[in-house]
């Protein structure tokens, strides 16, 4: 496998406000991912994050509100806009590893509360 | 990707074995079986997976019937810290198909 981390691990915000979270990444990657974890629920998935262009987003969630990038193939951004109590959520970021490319990790979340 | 249908929840004695079961009387041909846990919100950890044979690695067997509409995932000595959600997922593997459907798994509690 690989190491997967994220910045910052948890954080407290006041709505309105942004939060930009990281996902690094010590291996090549194909593909990468952010997913939400709403309290009490499973994962539901937000974006692929595609290197150099527009991420690639689910039903239901839109650039505006959850803008990403991935300038590189071992780093990408997901960004929490104008956030209200309802984005409080574990996000979280996946990846396929060029080496293992029939299985996905997951980096340890962001938990995200917003008064 | 075919929907799996797993009991909520599941208990079993410390140093026995786990044995979680899932339907996916829908699966496909080319749909392989996966299986990840998350241990009190941390990130999800990848099992095992398989298409029709028996699967084993260091973590878990993974046992899939004949005509692939259902699966178990087995613990052989579950610890406390198999304490988890489980979630079997079934999706076509290739790449370019690499998002993962999660449904609200089965959550397993060792007993001590």
């Known amino acids: 496998s690989a190491v997967i981390s994220q910045k910052p691990s948890r954080d407290i915000c006041q709505r309105g406000t942004s939060l930009t979270i990281q996902c690094q990444v010590d291996s090549q990657v194909t593909m990468m991912f952010w997913y939400r974890q709403q309290p009490g629920q499973s994962l539901t998935l937000i974006a692929t994050a595609n290197q150099g262009s527009e991420a690639t987003y689910e039903s239901g969630f839109v650039i505006d509100k959850f803008p990403i990038s991935r300038p590189n193939l071992t780093f990408s951004t997901l960004t929490v806009s104008n956030m209200s109590p309802e984005d409080s959520s574990i996000y979280l970021c996946?990846?396929?590893?060029?080496?293992?490319?029939?299985?996905?990790?997951f980096g340890p979340g962001t938990r995200l509360l917003v008064l | 990707d075919a929907k799996t249908t797993q009991p909520t929840s599941m208990d079993c004695a410390e140093g026995r074995a786990a044995n979680l079961p899932c339907n996916h009387s829908t699966i496909s041909g080319n749909e392989y079986v996966y299986w990840y846990r998350q241990i009190h919100s941390q990130g999800p950890q990848y099992i095992i997976h398989?298409?029709?044979n028996n699967e084993t690695n260091e973590m878990a067997s993974l046992i899939i019937t004949e005509d692939r509409k259902s699966s178990t995932l087995i613990l052989p000595h579950a610890t406390l810290r198999d304490t988890a959600v489980y979630y079997c997922i079934v999706r076509v593997k290739f790449i370019g198909n690499e998002k993962l459907t999660f449904g609200t798994g089965t959550r397993l509690t060792i007993i001590p």
């Open positions: 398989g298409l029709k």
């Open positions: 996946s990846v396929v590893l060029r080496t293992v490319q029939e299985t996905q990790y």
